[in-house]
């Protein structure tokens, strides 16, 4: 009974290491197959970090460029405003000359107007004094007669 028992227990331990047997097969292959898919992963992982190493270069590049055009533009727009604003003082002297010379030229028309007519004043006046001339040396004459016949 002994070694039956002994037996059926030689038996029984003998299906389990048979099963261990088979589940550290199991395991191991697993094991390998794990090991290959984390071969892959490692590689697919280092793949991957370089893949974002390049596009944060790229985003990087990116970004200084974009901070480069910007401040370009806004360099541009700066100057644009300096400029208009210059432009706009320019029209502001050209307005206030155009009102200077506008005046002036207003002035000079009325001077004109004055003597027009201080001109036609002269005019007359020489026309006036003329007939005086006129009229004083005929009387010039006739105080001469008048005087030699005052002698006779």
Do not use: P, W
């Amino acid at each position: 009974r002994t070694v039956t028992d002994l037996q059926r227990n030689l038996s029984h331990y003998e299906t389990k290491v048979q099963t261990v047997e088979h589940s550290l097969s199991n395991a191991q292959m697993q094991m390998r197959s794990n090991e290959a898919k984390y071969g892959d992963c490692f590689k697919s992982l280092k793949l991957a970090e370089k893949r974002v190493e390049s596009h944060e270069t790229v985003l990087a590049h990116v970004k200084r460029d974009g901070a480069m055009k910007i401040a370009a533009v806004e360099n541009e727009m700066k100057k644009k405003l300096e400029d208009q604003t210059e432009l706009e003082k320019v029209i502001k002297v050209l307005e206030n000359e155009k009102a200077v010379m506008a005046a002036s030229i207003e002035a000079r028309d009325s001077k004109l107007q004055k003597m027009a007519s201080l001109q036609d004043t002269v005019d007359l006046l020489s026309a006036q004094s003329k007939k005086y001339e006129s009229v004083r040396a005929q009387l010039n004459d006739m105080e001469g007669k008048y005087k030699n016949k005052q002698k006779e």
